[in-house]
């Protein structure tokens, strides 16, 4: 599927898990309010399945590889919205969603910027373009569309044999829908492919014309994944449409997403609101957390983003 053979037998383990989870059209948060319904009758709520357990020495090279194989990541998003600064420029984090609460990025959108730009970064507390602890940027350059970068040179800057220019990590498309705001979001995501060895293929474009959503467009799609969000349903009895989350989403929001793959429907990423401020993030192999972490960042920026 993405240019490995080792995929088969979980794609299988995830077609049974999705057969047993569409016996029922009704999302996480639907089964919530089903039972606050039955006035006392309902079940214990139950609590969402922690990440596996994951150690690392080398945070950045942890945050750049891609997910292990046959392994879900499972992180929370937070949004810090407190004071007027962060009103604007909200700050955001990704642990891991386990009982140590591990930090892995931060975020937060450039200020005085022309266009949106989000900082990543290893350290809570230097969301810095120039700290050493910059891993990455989402970039928002046409509409709707976005780009996510390393933290390496721009091209321009960059040796004649590109070696130090900086990678594209992912394309992301926002489509509007006849439904406008209203209704479910549409969106795509586009990735370097694999390689043999399971390592993300380099893509490093010498000018805005060969990047990824150039190549997409252009149908150029040697050594590209195109992935896109999993079309909810509609459910009659709450007029609204419905994805299941599996436990790990609890809340209706305009947010809630998740990513497949074409040909499979195999689950690359999940995002989804548990509370006001906070929000579960999982993903699998070939996302890593930045690229994981940069799609959520995505869905809050201005142009996108809807309550």
């Not at 992180?75 to 609460?101: A, F, I, W």
């Not at 970064?121 to 700290?131: C, E, F, K, N, Y």
Request: charged share 35%; glycine share 6%; with cysteine.
């Amino acid at each position: 599927m993405f240019q490995t053979t080792g995929d088969k037998d979980k794609d299988k383990d995830k077609k049974t898990k999705k057969k047993k989870a569409e016996e029922s059209d009704d999302s996480d948060s639907e089964k919530e309010e089903k039972s606050k319904k039955k006035k006392g009758k309902g079940k214990k709520k139950k609590e969402r399945s922690p990440s596996p357990e994951i150690e690392f020495d080398d945070l950045e090279k942890f945050v750049m590889d891609p997910a292990p194989q046959g392994m879900t990541i499972k992180c929370r998003v937070t949004r810090d919205q407190r004071g007027m600064d962060k009103s604007l420029y909200p700050l955001y984090y990704l642990h891991l969603d386990n009982e140590k609460k591990t930090f892995l990025l931060a975020g937060r959108k450039r200020k005085k910027s022309a266009t949106s730009n989000y900082l990543i970064s290893i350290d809570a507390t230097d969301l810095s373009r120039g700290g050493e602890n910059f891993v990455g940027k989402l970039s928002n350059l046409m509409g709707t569309k976005f780009t996510v970068f390393d933290n390496a040179l721009n091209p321009e800057r960059a040796l004649p044999d590109m070696s130090n220019a900086r990678q594209e990590l992912a394309g992301i498309i926002y489509e509007t829908n006849v439904l406008g705001m209203k209704g479910p979001r549409r969106m795509m995501v586009i990735i370097p492919g694999m390689n043999k060895d399971n390592e993300r293929v380099p893509l490093r474009p010498r000018n805005e014309c060969d990047g990824l959503l150039i190549r997409h467009q252009n149908r150029r799609m040697e050594n590209l994944i195109e992935l896109h969000n999993k079309t909810p349903v509609w459910n009659e009895e709450t007029a609204s449409h419905v994805l299941n989350f599996n436990g790990r989403v609890t809340q209706a929001s305009i947010k809630n997403f998740q990513i497949v793959h074409n040909k499979d429907d195999y689950i690359v990423m999940q995002f989804g609101r548990i509370a006001d401020d906070i929000f579960t993030l999982d993903f699998n192999y070939p996302l890593c957390a930045v690229q994981a972490f940069a799609i959520a960042l995505s869905s809050f920026d201005g142009k996108i983003a809807c309550e």
